[in-house]
């Protein structure tokens, strides 16, 4: 998902040492079953700048957490904007949102972080599905602020079920909508194919899309298709079944990790505090330097280019190829 290191908010930086505490000051339902909040800080105190691509955590009772994208104007500094689609086979995080979260009451926020930014081109292909249209929004303003060439495919069952669509420009040479109830299929590669040689495509939405447009980037110029996924992609198994020995360097600790534990923790069961979020290597909160070592990474945030490198990983999920691990903690 990030294509430069240097291009994501790094864990451990200021916008995501803590979190906050904000007022939901507006809340509309929208596209039947999406509510969109918009959040504020109870003193009226300017929010963390962000940039598009990013997404907060919302710290629900009993310690869920889950991470939705901004899709508001970044350029706002006191309010931050939300969409949540409820689901009805989700962990309970949409539902309380849904049921319980209204106007005028108090939220735990953590972010800004971003692992989807959007870096310069000239030309864009965005294709969302659903509400995987929120992160987009604020690139496809963004686009229009710097002049880029730009199109959105926009998929979803009916158009009455896909948010924010009537605040899209009604150009069809920019946005297209493609609409399952009209029968018009979003065709995710062949779009992905057709767009320019220096085209940078960004993709959200359902695992299904997010694989057609992950399949389609095998013949396209490396990191030239982005993508951010609702749920963690399914993984193979663990490179290794048997124990690995983990380090942490700043104190020198050794710790073993089976196959029953996480890296994660491991870690915390030696006492160190390693920020982490959805659990799933989906938000990129506990990335984790590495020093020593080949990880095996598991997660659906990192590259190609960036799981070749070696030098981190996100303890939630990932392990290790190699019998030791060698981490800056």
Do not use: K
Not at 43 to 51: E, S, V
Not at 242 to 248: C, N
Not at 285 to 307: F, I, K, M, N, W
Request: with cysteine; charged share 20%; glycine share 12%.
């Amino acid at each position: 998902m990030g294509e430069q290191r240097d291009a994501r908010t790094r864990p451990g930086a200021g916008s995501e040492a803590g979190g906050t505490v904000l007022r939901v000051v507006a809340r509309e339902l929208t596209a039947g079953d999406v509510v969109v909040l918009v959040l504020a800080d109870p003193a009226g105190d300017r929010l963390r700048d962000w940039a598009p691509g990013a997404h907060v955590d919302l710290v629900l009772p009993g310690g869920v957490v889950r991470q939705y994208s901004l899709c508001g104007d970044r350029y706002d500094p006191l309010t931050y904007r939300v969409a949540v689609r409820r689901e009805p086979a989700g962990r309970g995080g949409s539902a309380h949102v849904h049921d319980h979260l209204a106007v005028g009451d108090l939220v735990g926020v953590g972010g800004p972080r971003n692992t989807f930014p959007l870096v310069p081109a000239q030309e864009y292909l965005f294709l969302a599905g659903g509400i995987g249209i929120t992160p987009l929004l604020p690139m496809i303003e963004q686009a229009e602020r710097l002049g880029a060439d730009w199109h959105l495919a926009y998929g979803g069952r009916s158009r009455a079920a896909m948010p924010f669509l009537a605040d899209l420009p009604g150009d069809p040479a920019r946005v297209s909508v493609h609409a399952r109830d009209e029968g018009r299929r979003l065709d995710v590669a062949a779009l992905v194919a057709a767009a320019g040689p220096q085209a940078r495509v960004y993709c959200c939405g359902p695992a299904g899309m997010v694989a057609d447009a992950e399949r389609a980037a095998a013949g396209r110029p490396p990191g030239s298709v982005r993508t951010e996924r609702f749920s963690a992609a399914a993984q193979a198994a663990p490179v290794r079944s048997d124990p690995f020995e983990v380090v942490l360097a700043r104190s020198g600790t050794s710790v073993v990790v089976d196959a029953s534990t996480t890296v994660l923790q491991a870690l915390e069961g030696a006492g160190a505090r390693v920020l982490s979020s959805c659990g799933q290597g989906l938000c990129g909160t506990c990335e984790t330097a590495v020093l020593e070592g080949v990880p095996d990474h598991r997660d659906s945030v990192l590259d190609d280019a960036e799981r070749a490198a070696g030098d981190c990983l996100l303890v939630c999920v990932s392990r290790a190829c190699s019998g030791r691990l060698v981490l800056d903690v």
